[in-house]
């Protein structure tokens, strides 16, 4: 919530010694707060029995707003007559916890009650004249009696990393909030302080516009059932941006003549925006004339410091000060009390001052007004006390001083609360009056979100069409508009915001005077003239007043513009060089703005200039006619010889130049007579003076513009190392460049970028161009013409290089041929396909099978069933094989294999054999199995047919295990398995058997 700085002024009496000890303050009734959470309660006697007379009031109050005091009496002993009363809340009208007198037993613990909405407690003490006693000793704390409540915050703008919400002037923060409980939530109440002065707003949901800048403190607080509520007393801080300073930002010239140019600074300064934890007392406070029996005290409120921060060093506090007069300082007892009651010495009664004045007093004890304060600085960094420096003075002079007692007698209090001076005057006669005072608390402690200096994200001068430079923040300007113009400075801060100022200069009456034309003279041999100069005035008032426009002439700008060194004899003024500029200063003699107007007196005679002809390309027609500006001739014809004297006409023939006749009446849009080139003839003459006249002549030519048909791409096939690179002849693409256009008109190069062709750089070899082997390459052709380069055109095309097909051999498939051995047999003549693809990828290419190598080159009669082809030559039928790319039919290769029809040997069957046992009738006996060999063999040859004997039929059809052919039996009987094979293709077998 944005806190206002509330400054509580007491009159009272404090006594208070030791730091975390507080004494019963005797202060004749008046309330002494105490905040804090610690230390010790005593009565006023300290180590002694309390005083007579007492009157004591004592207000102690928790450093969080939520928690609840409690003072636990450990010792009381109070005499009869004597009175102690302990109140539920922050004052007397608050309900008492108890009351004490002639008594002896300490009561214990007393604590602020839940429905207590300070947390505080009172005690008040008073003691009559009749004797006392020991007093009490009591200890202080704080206890936090609620559940815990979280609170979660949403707002709109969201804040930025550190926290902080930062909006301009008039925007909107919308605040949404949550709650979390640790118990019960039920019945809790939401409530928004938005910092705007305005009090709590009910609603969990909430918005508030800031119209003026300033650091906003915003609490959001969260009430159970029971009225505890959140101890977050500061839950967003929003910054609104400061207008910042544009001091500074001034045109050098408010007022300037018309065409004039001034320059205008642009200068601002962010402005910080702050607030102190500790504002000083303001206001004048009398300090009476005394005897020391009361303590006039101000107490500064302090309550920005996050909850329970506490003093940690003596540097925390920097200073303390106050201004004031009183006069006599050896009067004075000034101490200053910490919100826990500890207290500081700043300069203390006995210690010597005598009747030094403080500040300059009005030493007359009637004379109650005030004198004048000086500022008196109380810091450790300091030398001396006032009691020191006071020795040999009549007035104690403004500065800084030590204090008696050293700061860190305030460590260990609360921050926050309230922090009391208190001044005693002891001595009859004498006062004073204190202005103000305060404390000035470490800036390291200070939390950093109770001030901003916005920061600049920009600053410049809005876009204006005068503004002629700029360097840094100061533009030059050079208005072209009479009266008022006005120019911006705009200043944006890290908020977002923007803030503007603006320099307003006025421009006084253009003059509005002609242009004068110069004397040319024309005396081919002569180099000087006698001119009246004052001729040209009608030319130069151009309709102005004379009276109020008077005209002077000069040699040189400089003299013109400041109106000194003027011609004296302009009537009759003779030239001292040839040509010679002569100034004229036209001042305004109301405003006393000057314009300067310069003309040239000539002596000789006009000249031609050679200029080069015109060339022009023709529109796409190419009807060889364009429309020409003969007018862009004129200042080369011209050269040093100024168009205010002399003028340029054009024509079609050299006699009507000569005779300034017939001139071309549309020069800057003339359409050329004659294709392609034509001679234009031009004269220049001067303006006063058409004898003095020249001529000359320079051709028109329109060159036809070419066309740039687009022609083919060019595709190449690889060779076998398919590296992607190849070489082009890029000139076979001419003739489509061309189309129906005669080559001897245009010239053509290609180009490996657009930009290279428009500016013909870097051409291609035409001849043989080797690609860069990384794809397909765009080749950009210049078509120009021969006789103009810059009639030209372009297109472009493709180059490619697509990958060849290569053919890797394959071996012959060969077949057995069935058991009737016709010679023909069905081949899958695509088993050889992964031989002939090798490594490349069968989803690119096709492959085809055909009976010619004709058909396979062309591509034609391609065999229709490969999986199942049956030959039409046996026993050897040769296979023409092409593979091709399918992205490039034209990039493929061939190659052949053979197919092969094997026969089959034939197992004829045999008589099974039986021979007789010898005598030992072992059943074995050996038999010539070769003598069935003939038989299996039939009418094979046995050169073509081997026949073998074997003891089992796998034996037989792997070939393996054969038998000698005077072979034992082992068994009897036992079955002889045969196999009869092609020598040539051992896998063309049959096998018989007999037993």
Known sequence: MRHLLTIAIIFIGLFATGQGIINMPDNNGVPTRFVTCSGSFNDDGQNGDYGNNINGYAVFCPGIQTDRMQLNFIQMIIQTGDVLTIYDGDSTAAPQLGTFTNTTTAPGMFQASAGNPTGCLTVTFTSNGSGTGAGWRAGISCFDPCQAISTTILTTPAPDADGVVRICQGDTV????????????????????????????????????????????????????????????????????????????????????????????????????????????????????????????????????????????????????????????????????????????????????????????????????????????????????????QAGVTTLPAGDYLPVDPYSTFVGTPLNGQWCINITDNLSSDNGYIFYWGLNFNPAIIPADLSFTPNATSEQWLADPSITNTVGSTITVTPTTEGVNCYTYEFIDNFGCTYTDTVCITV???????????????????????????????????????????????????????????????????????????????????????????????????????????????????????????????????????????????????????AGINAIPNPTSYVNVQTPAETIYARIESVTDATCNDTGSFDITVSPTPIANIPMDIIACDDVSNDGIATFILSSRNSMVLGAQNPADFSISYHSTQADADSNTAALTSSGYMNAGTGPETIYVRIESVLNDECYNTTSFLIRVDPQAVFNTAQTINLCDDTSNDGFEIFDITSNETDILGTQNPTNFTITYHNTQMDADMNTASIPNPGSYTNISTPVETIYVRISPNGNVNCYATGTFDIEVSPTAVANPVTDMTLCDDSSNDGTEVFDLSTQTATVLGTQLPADVEVTYHASQADADADTGSLALNYPNTSSPQTIYVRAENVNNTDCYTTTSLI
């Open 174 to 389: 919308n605040f949404d909030g949550s709650a979390t409980f640790s118990v019960d939530g039920t019945g809790a109440t939401y409530e928004w302080d938005l910092g705007n002065g305005g009090g709590l707003n009910a609603g969990a949901i909430q918005s508030e516009t800031y119209t003026t800048s300033g650091i906003y403190l915003i609490d959001f607080v969260v009430t159970d059932a029971t009225g505890c509520s959140d101890r977050e007393s500061r839950d967003v801080v929003v910054h609104v941006s400061t207008d910042p300073d544009f001091t500074g930002t001034a045109a050098v010239d408010n007022t300037i003549c018309y065409g004039e140019s001034t320059d205008i600074n642009g200068n601002v300064t962010p402005i910080e925006f702050a607030i102190t934890p500790s504002p000083p007392i303001t206001g004048r406070t009398f300090l009476p004339d005394d005897n020391g029996t009361t303590s006039y005290q101000t107490c500064v409120s302090v309550d920005l410091f996050p909850p329970g921060a506490t003093m940690t060093n003596a540097s925390d506090l920097i200073d303390i000060f106050l201004n004031m007069e009183h006069s006599y300082l050896g009067d004075l007892d000034i101490s200053v009390t910490a919100p826990n009651g500890a207290t500081v010495s700043l300069h203390t009664y006995g210690s010597g001052g005598g009747g030094t004045f403080l500040g300059v007093p009005i030493d007359i004890d009637t004379d109650l007004n005030p004198g004048t304060g000086f500022d008196y600085v109380f810091t450790e960094s300091a030398t001396q006390t006032w009691a020191q420096a």
């Open 508 to 658: 006084l009456p253009e003059i509005t005077n002609g242009v004068p034309s110069g004397f040319v003279i024309c005396d081919p041999t002569g180099t000087a003239a006698t001119v009246d100069l004052t001729t040209r005035d009608v030319e130069i008032l151009n309709g102005l007043a004379a009276t109020d426009f008077p005209i002077t002439y000069h040699l040189t700008q400089s003299d013109a513009e400041n109106g000194v060194g003027a011609i004296t004899t302009p009537t009759a003024y003779t030239n001292t060089s040839n040509p010679q500029t002569i100034y004229a200063a036209i001042t305004d003699s109301t405003t006393m703005c000057v314009v300067v107007e310069s003309f040239d007196i000539s002596v000789g005679s006009a000249a031609y200039n050679t200029v080069p002809d015109i060339d022009l390309c023709d529109d796409p027609s190419n009807d060889g006619f364009e429309i020409f500006d003969l007018t862009s001739q004129e200042a080369g014809i011209l050269g040093s010889q100024s168009a205010m004297d002399f003028a340029v006409t054009y024509h079609t023939t050299q006699l009507d130049a000569d």
